[in-house]
């Protein structure tokens, strides 16, 4: 157990709808990653956020947003969504220092239909 | 934008066979870390190399990192089955970038 908690564990929607993906950082950790992993890919970082500010930016599409509150849980949100939006959407989280490991959540599946 | 190259991005080997991935970068990396997702699992680390040339070992595995520290490599001795799964390395200048992870499968 990674200490980095993420809900829900899945969840299968259609198309259009739009979701939150949830997560709780490790106590003490300051910064949230997201990352997609589709089936049988690699990991594909999408957005960072340290203490509540954006710190880095990946492949992450216009129809998908995140934010960090002041607890320090981070929420996804994917709107407009497609049949190949369907993946895996992993969390993890550092204490925040440049480079430091990364400790991943149990991640959430999502299904688009 | 920084990219990490991991290869090969599969490999099927027979139990107690090696194994080795390598991954490659076109800038100077501050570091280099190592990954294991186990099937349906998620991304656990495994270690983190900094220096120029350093090479650590664990049990079975052994990391290295490159001279000009822009490769990096994964070696295991003679796999087991427990050794399944996808091998990911993470390094970066500012930020960590992963690559796109080398599969293992172990044939009992």
């Known amino acids: 157990d990674s200490g980095v908690t993420q809900t829900p564990k899945h969840l299968i929607t259609a198309t259009g709808q739009r979701v939150t993906l949830r997560c709780s950082p490790r106590?003490?950790?300051?910064?949230v990653y997201w990352y997609q992993q589709s089936l049988d890919q690699g990991l594909q970082f999408l957005i960072q956020?340290?203490?509540?500010?954006?710190?880095a930016k990946g492949n992450i599409l216009e129809r998908f947003s995140a934010q960090q509150f002041p607890d320090l849980h981070s929420e996804l949100n994917l709107s407009s969504l497609e049949l190949g939006d369907s993946a895996l959407y992993f969390c993890?989280?550092?204490?925040?220092?440049?480079?430091?490991?990364?400790?991943f959540g149990p991640g959430t599946r999502l299904t688009v239909l | 934008g920084q990219q990490v190259m991991q290869i090969p991005q599969y490999q099927h080997v027979q139990e107690g066979e090696d194994f080795t991935t390598y991954c490659n970068s076109s800038t100077t990396l501050s570091n280099i870390q190592w990954y294991k997702q186990r099937p349906g699992g998620h991304p656990v680390f495994l270690i983190q190399l900094v220096k120029s040339g350093e090479v650590k070992k664990q049990k079975r595995l052994t990391f290295q990192f490159g001279e000009a520290k822009k490769n990096s490599s994964l070696h295991i001795t003679a796999t087991q089955t427990t050794d399944v799964g996808t091998y990911f390395c993470?390094?970066?200048?500012?930020?960590?970038?992963f690559g796109a992870g080398t599969r293992l499968t172990v044939k009992p």
């Open positions: 956020y340290y203490n509540g500010e954006e710190r």
């Open positions: 993470a390094g970066g200048v500012n930020d960590m970038r």
């Open positions: 106590s003490g950790d300051l910064s």
């Open positions: 993890a989280s550092s204490v925040g220092l440049p480079l430091d490991t990364q400790y």
